[in-house]
């Protein structure tokens, strides 16, 4: 792999990749800040994603945004892990320490809790809090919520033990519970969709009984349409319902911040994507 030296190179692994808003996202946020760099797109084989990471580290590239669905592999190859990364199981994000060492970072959950409390004035601290799902998308988001001291998280899942390995997993850190989707009836503060469902335009089975006016639902996934997720809140009177599009540009901002130390203001690639879309 060639890499450009004379401008720091960053870049988004997958596969596939050609639908990634990555490289528009920190392209905007180059220009927005003033830093000089190049972001571009790598399609990685699937069976030699650290051979992938390990040229362009190598070849002097500064830092990698990793996607499905090599989040795992990244998280097994790195010599050093955060905190949050450690317990997320998986890595969104790449850089080289002084030691030319790898190190992983998941910048997933602080995307999400940035997008609700900062984007849209959203409090979670003493608020119940019900995700749903328990894969890989919510663990990874599970440390950050918890640092904002919710009142409880309740999650639910349609195989109940794999919710309460999460609630194993993260146990001492908050208030955590784990349920099936038909133990739910009661309204909750906070609904997150963590479930990969809305891509397919399916629900969970969940009960009307969850939502009042005064829920705010939160899906992870966008599209350029509401989801059906959050269309069934509307229809239950919801107070507000939000899509992960603000999670998505949240999450490059903070792996902008770990590879550049600028904070950059996402509002203006926010309004674009939105336009773009």
């Given at each position: 792999?060639?890499?450009?030296?004379?401008?720091?190179?960053?870049?988004?692994?997958?596969?596939?990749?050609?639908?990634?808003?990555?490289?528009?996202?920190?392209?905007?946020?180059?220009?927005?800040?003033?830093?000089?760099?190049?972001?571009?797109?790598?399609?990685?084989?699937?069976?030699?994603?650290?051979?992938?990471?390990?040229?362009?580290?190598?070849?002097?590239?500064?830092?990698?945004?990793?996607?499905?669905?090599?989040?795992?592999?990244?998280?097994?190859?790195?010599?050093?892990?955060?905190?949050?990364?450690?317990?997320?199981?998986?890595?969104?994000?790449?850089?080289?320490?002084?030691?030319?060492?790898?190190?992983?970072?998941?910048?997933?959950?602080?995307?999400?809790?940035?997008?609700?409390?900062?984007?849209?004035?959203?409090?979670?601290?003493?608020?119940r809090i019900?995700?749903?799902?328990?894969?890989?998308?919510?663990?990874?988001v599970l440390?950050?919520?918890?640092?904002?001291?919710?009142?409880?998280?309740?999650?639910?899942?349609?195989?109940?033990?794999?919710?309460?390995?999460?609630?194993?997993?993260?146990?001492?850190?908050?208030?955590?519970?784990?349920?099936?989707?038909?133990?739910?009836d009661e309204?909750?503060?906070?609904?997150?969709?963590?479930?990969?469902?809305?891509?397919?335009?399916?629900?969970?089975?969940?009960?009307?009984?969850?939502?009042?006016?005064?829920?705010?639902?939160?899906?992870?996934?966008?599209?350029?349409?509401?989801?059906?997720?959050?269309?069934?809140?509307?229809?239950?009177?919801?107070?507000?319902?939000?899509?992960?599009?603000?999670?998505?540009?949240?999450?490059?901002?903070?792996?902008?911040?770990?590879?550049?130390?600028?904070?950059?203001?996402?509002?203006?690639?926010?309004?674009?994507?939105?336009?773009?879309?």
């Amino acid at each position: 792999m060639s890499v450009n030296t004379e401008v720091d190179q960053y870049a988004v692994v997958g596969n596939p990749i050609h639908h990634s808003k990555s490289p528009k996202i920190h392209g905007e946020f180059a220009v927005l800040t003033g830093e000089k760099l190049e972001y571009s797109a790598i399609q990685a084989p699937i069976d030699d994603f650290s051979g992938t990471v390990h040229s362009f580290f190598g070849n002097g590239g500064k830092g990698l945004n990793v996607t499905v669905p090599f989040k795992e592999q990244a998280w097994s190859l790195s010599n050093e892990l955060s905190d949050r990364a450690r317990l997320a199981g998986a890595v969104n994000t790449l850089y080289s320490n002084e030691k030319g060492e790898i190190c992983g970072e998941n910048t997933d959950g602080v995307g999400l809790v940035r997008d609700l409390t900062i984007n849209h004035k959203i409090t979670l601290a003493d608020k119940r809090i019900l995700i749903l799902g328990a894969g890989g998308a919510v663990r990874g988001v599970l440390l950050p919520i918890l640092e904002q001291n919710p009142h409880s998280i309740t999650i639910a899942n349609r195989t109940v033990a794999k919710a309460e390995q999460l609630v194993e997993l993260f146990t001492g850190r908050g208030e955590l519970i784990a349920c099936g989707f038909s133990d739910l009836d009661e309204p909750f503060d906070i609904i997150i969709n963590g479930t990969s469902a809305s891509l397919q335009g399916d629900l969970p089975p969940l009960s009307d009984g969850l939502v009042n006016d005064n829920t705010v639902t939160y899906d992870m996934m966008y599209a350029p349409d509401k989801t059906v997720f959050n269309r069934w809140a509307e229809s239950l009177g919801a107070a507000q319902t939000f899509d992960g599009l603000g999670m998505l540009v949240e999450q490059a901002a903070e792996s902008f911040y770990i590879w550049r130390k600028v904070r950059v203001d996402t509002q203006p690639v926010l309004a674009m994507l939105r336009a773009f879309d």
